[in-house]
């Protein structure tokens, strides 16, 4: 299930100082990027976040949890995706520390895949005068 519009302003606005987040539905869940590169989903109101080898230690206490997963063939597939503990939502600056440290892993994800995350639009002469 998507993210409802209420917990979806939620995390816009906890997570703002990460910069401009764009959320999307993709395949039932909502994807949660900030430039370009997708750190997190929701699926039921619950934040996953992008793990990697080298922020699992950052994300020890969710370890013990399922991560995100999907059937598909009839065989559940996991997702590198961990669930944040419901605690964090209470408190802004470690959810910003799982979310900044989720950001940095997808931006190592999109360059091991040889994507970089989308540049900014070149600015026009005109743009350069505002």
């Known amino acids: 299930m998507v993210a409802s519009d209420g917990f979806a302003e939620f995390l816009r606005e906890q997570l703002a100082p990460l ?3 764009t959320l999307r ?3 039932g869940k909502t994807g949660v990027f900030c430039g370009g ?3 997190a989903m929701v699926a039921d109101n619950t934040l996953y ?7 699992r230690a950052t994300f020890a206490e969710a370890a013990d949890e399922p991560p995100l997963s999907y059937r598909k063939g009839g065989a559940e597939i996991a997702l590198a995706f961990w669930r944040v503990p419901e605690r964090l939502l209470d ?6 520390v799982w979310a900044r440290a ?3 892993a997808a931006h190592r994800v999109a360059a091991g895949r ?3 995350p989308p540049r900014a639009p070149a600015r026009s ?3 350069e005068r505002l």
């Not at 976040?49 to 922020?55: A, F, G, Q, S, T």
């Open 19 to 21: 910069g401009r987040l």
């Open 25 to 27: 539905r993709m395949f």
């Open 37 to 39: 590169v997708m750190f």
């Open 49 to 55: 976040v992008r793990v990697d080898e080298h922020n």
């Open 91 to 96: 408190e802004p600056d470690e959810l910003m």
């Open 102 to 104: 989720a950001l940095t």
């Open 114 to 116: 040889g994507r970089a």
């Open 125 to 127: 002469r005109r743009d």
